[in-house]
């Protein structure tokens, strides 16, 4: 009986010893090098201004370059202002041309009197109008976007009035100076004018800031999105970078600038990253795909950008291996 426990304990010991060994002998990645993953830099792509998505041009993992559009909100109120503006601008030069070869009659002062009459009459109203928004505004009845409108009709409307005050003084004027100056500063403000339009129109359009792949797209052709809210988002591979974690004994070994190499399922070999930031407050490892050994760790976060342009995908696990310790070894 002593004999077979004897035997029995033996094999448990070469068991234990064999299991050891073994453990001793299998390479630790953690020996040579560090656990991380593949994060991207994403480009969210909004509008400045809210509306109606017209035309999606692109979809997820599309290519595209620099300067391609990416997609177009609806825009007729938009081109309807810039033809109105457009339209101030020929009557301003018309205006200023028309000054520029004879004196104004009384004729025309009578119809800009008449003009002032009629811009004040709309004054009025605005002002009647703002009046009324701001105490159902402060009541909590009507909501800030109709006083904001009711204001900007008023202080439209009441520069008109100054605009024609502004005529009447030019026509009244006996010197040819004065009122071709200020001839040409209507037509100078018509195509100031004309250019906030024009801009407001080309914003209706948003291109590729780079050339990148597309993500992920959060709205289709025919939803309506809100001013800055990403419709798209943008991958430049310039954007991809390798995040892992070095614990404090080997981060002397790095250096902003040093050369790494990447290694991971189903990768091509020869993959290199260089260094382009190092923390310096110290973490604990993030617990999603790490260990449990490495959980508990209390590393630095480095990044690399990978130098081979290689595009792997974003949430990937890699490990990273130092060149000078792969020399070494």
Not at 118 to 136: C, F, G, I, M, V
Request: charged residues 25%; hydrophobic residues 45%; proline residues 5%.
């Amino acid at each position: 009986m002593k004999r077979r426990l004897a035997i029995a304990a033996l094999a448990v010991l070469l068991l234990a010893g064999g299991a050891g060994a073994w453990f001793l002998l299998r390479p630790q990645a953690s020996d040579t090098g560090f656990q991380g993953y593949v994060e991207g830099y994403l480009i969210f792509m909004a509008p400045e201004d809210g509306g109606r998505i017209e035309n999606l041009a692109v979809d997820s993992a599309d290519r595209v370059t620099q300067g391609q559009l990416l997609f177009k909100l609806e825009s007729s109120m938009q081109i309807a202002q810039r033809n109105e503006a457009e339209a101030r601008l020929h009557q301003a030069r018309a205006q200023l041309a028309d000054l520029q070869t004879a004196l104004q009659r009384p004729e025309q002062i009578a119809i800009l009197k008449a003009q002032e009459e009629r811009a004040k009459a709309q004054l009025s109203l605005s002002q009647a109008e703002l009046d009324r928004q701001r105490t159902l505004f402060e009541r909590g009845i009507a909501a800030k976007a109709q006083f904001d409108q009711a204001r900007t009709a008023f202080e439209r409307d009441r520069a008109a009035v100054e605009e024609a005050q502004r005529q009447i003084e030019a026509g009244q004027i006996t010197g040819r100076t004065a009122e071709i100056g200020a001839a040409e500063a209507s037509v100078q403000a018509a195509v100031a004018a004309l250019c906030q339009a024009e801009t407001r129109l080309a914003r209706r359009q948003v291109v590729a800031p780079a050339a990148a792949q597309v993500q992920d797209v959060y709205f289709r052709a025919g939803e309506t999105v809100s001013a800055s809210q990403p419709v798209l988002a943008l991958l430049p591979p310039e954007n991809r970078r390798i995040r892992f974690y070095v614990p404090e004994p080997r981060l002397s070994t790095l250096a902003l600038g040093t050369l790494v190499s990447l290694s991971c399922d189903s990768c091509p070999t020869g993959l290199q990253a260089r260094i382009s930031f190092i923390a310096r407050e110290a973490e604990f490892t993030p617990p999603v795909i790490f260990s449990e050994e490495e959980r508990a760790k209390l590393v630095f976060r480095v990044e690399a950008r990978p130098v081979d342009g290689a595009e792997l995908p974003i949430g990937l696990p890699v490990t990273v291996t130092p060149i000078e310790t792969e020399a070494g070894s």
